[in-house]
């Protein structure tokens, strides 16, 4: 959560020339409903539940740069579909997550006492992201192009070709828009 997925996401689809795609927008999509609305009304269980059939249509339907929510590695068949495509878990710490997201209310599962609640999540979670990625990027004090220089380092890919959007890493960064 406030990891930046969906802006880093978002920008390596640009540089890699591809379409880029969440299952969070896609739930909310089919739902026509915010996350938070389908926790408080239907429950978490109801909620992963669409989350594991958005993951799972989305690995087979589209064939750019995916952002999945943090908690669909916690379903098992999730991970096994994972495992055929380059995962990259972005890591940050609980201070970073104070600073980028202030942990407010508007995430469900950081509605009472957030500081504590990520960390157990974290916890929780932390081994499923590690097994699943095929490269770990730390995204604590990076912008989100030095975010997306590092994931295109470590899954070894190029940029698009001329005219693509992707800087040399000695160019100025661009801003992050949220």
Not at 29 to 36: K, N
Request: glycine fraction near 8%.
């Amino acid at each position: 959560m406030g990891v930046g997925k969906s802006t880093v996401g978002a920008l390596l689809a640009e540089w890699l020339g591809c379409a880029y795609r969440d299952t969070d927008d896609d739930i909310v999509t089919a739902e026509g409903r915010p996350i938070s609305d389908i926790f408080v009304d239907d429950g978490e269980p109801y909620f992963r539940a669409a989350e594991k059939e958005a993951v799972r249509t989305a690995l087979a339907d589209h064939p750019g740069v995916l952002s999945l929510g943090g908690g669909a590695v916690l379903d098992a068949d999730t991970r096994a579909l994972l495992a055929a495509h380059p995962v990259v878990y972005l890591s940050m710490d609980v201070e970073e997550a104070v600073k980028r997201t202030g942990l407010n209310v508007a995430r469900p599962l950081l509605a009472v006492n957030p500081r504590r609640q990520w960390r157990e999540l974290m916890e929780a979670r932390r081994h499923h992201y590690t097994d699943v990625a095929r490269a770990v990027v730390a995204t604590d004090g990076r912008t989100p192009d030095e975010v997306a220089h590092a994931v295109l380092d470590a899954l070894e890919l190029k940029a698009a070709g001329p005219g693509d959007q992707h800087p040399d890493h000695d160019a100025e960064p661009r801003q992050e828009k949220e």
